[in-house]
C-alpha cells in the first residue's frame, strides 16, 4: 500500500468516526429539543429548531424499533 493509500485510508475512518459523532449528537438533540420546548412551548426558534433537524438527522431504519417510535412520537 502506497503512502497516499494509507493516508487515504486514515481519512476514511477519521471520516466514518466524526459520521458516528455527528449521528449521535443529532439524536441527542432531537431527544433534547422537545423536553426544552415543553418548558416554553411558545418559542417559535425551538420549533424552528426541531424542523431543521429533523430534516438533518432523519430517523434512521436500523435504529431499534422502540428507538425509532419514541423519536416518531416526540417529533
Known sequence: MTTLETRLEE???????KDDKLSALGL???LLIPEVQRLDPTNTMLS??????????PVEVDLPHDMADLLRRIM
Open 28 to 30: 441527542c438533540l432531537r
Open 11 to 17: 481519512c476514511k475512518e477519521r471520516d466514518a468516526e
Open 48 to 57: 424552528q429548531v426541531r424542523m431543521l433537524l429533523a430534516q438533518s438527522f
